[in-house]
């Protein structure tokens, strides 16, 4: 059975830093692993994601250069870091498993197979 587990999340002030984790149990092969993010009155949008087993990130323009996706070797576990957070990244995180990793980078929802429960992240200013 699939399952994404997430973790982290919280509040923290403008400028500030988090770090979210996500655990894939199920899958076989290696796969891309990433997060969306929804804030309220929004749509979901792309945040970050990765090929598991080392593989290319993908990052949405919007966080460039303050997230950094990473993984844990040999297992199905992905870390998002970010720093210089501002108000505009308070939203619900949620971990996303997609198809296929040739759709990896695509931040189209209709490429996820599999969601994570979602974990709240709040930056005050």
């Known amino acids: 059975q699939v399952q994404l587990v997430e973790s982290g999340g919280g509040s923290v002030q403008a400028g500030g830093s988090l770090r979210l984790s996500c655990a894939a149990s199920g899958y076989k092969y290696n796969t891309c692993m990433g997060w969306f993010r929804q804030a309220p009155g929004k749509e979901r949008e792309g945040v970050a994601a990765a090929i598991t087993g080392g593989g290319r990130s993908y990052y949405a323009d919007s966080v460039k250069g303050r997230f950094t996706i990473s993984q844990e070797n040999g297992k199905n576990t992905v870390y998002l870091q970010m720093n210089s957070l501002k108000p505009e990244d308070t939203a619900m995180y949620y971990c996303?498993?997609?198809?296929?990793?040739?759709?990896?980078?695509?931040?189209?929802?209709?490429?996820?197979?599999?969601w994570g429960q979602g974990t709240q992240v709040t930056v005050s200013s």
């Open positions: 996303a498993a997609w198809i296929s990793v040739f759709s990896c980078g695509s931040w189209s929802e209709g490429g996820v197979k599999d």
